[in-house]
Every structure is written in C-alpha cells, then in structure tokens.
C-alpha cells in the first residue's frame, strides 16, 4: 500500500484570540466564530475565511491582544 501524502495546509482552522493586561499579562483566551463572533469555545473556519476574520480583528483590538489562526 503506497502512502498518502500529507498536504501542510489543513483547509478547517480556529481563531484564538489572547487577551492582554496593560502589564501585558495573559487574561484571556477566547474564540471567533465564522461571523467573527468571540466566544469561548473553539470552531472551525476555513483557512481563507480565518486568515481574512483574524487580520481584520487584529486591526480592531490593536496591542491589547494577539489574533493567533491555529
């Protein structure tokens, strides 16, 4: 049986997003949605679609937190 080859880019990611103190310690790890939403459980959005949600909540929440695609 030949092996499949694993493809680097999964097509479902999740949105995390840190939230930080003015000390800059960690308060928070929080979620979005695919609407963009936060909430505090996981969900999977398609890459594309996350990339785009966490550059645009990066603008939006500025240094007090840290928009990470896993």
Avoid: K, W
């Avoid at 003015?22 to 790890?29: G, N």
């Avoid at 909430?39 to 928009?67: D, F, K, T």
Wanted: hydrophobic share 45%.
């Amino acid at each position: 049986m030949a092996a499949t080859p694993l493809s680097r880019s999964c097509p479902i990611r999740i949105i995390s997003v840190h939230l930080f103190d003015a000390a800059d310690q960690l308060l928070r790890v929080l979620f979005l949605d695919r609407e963009g939403h936060i909430s505090a459980e996981p969900h999977y959005v398609p890459r594309e679609q996350a990339l785009i949600l966490a550059a645009n909540h990066q603008r939006v929440l500025g240094p007090q937190a840290e928009v990470r695609v896993l």
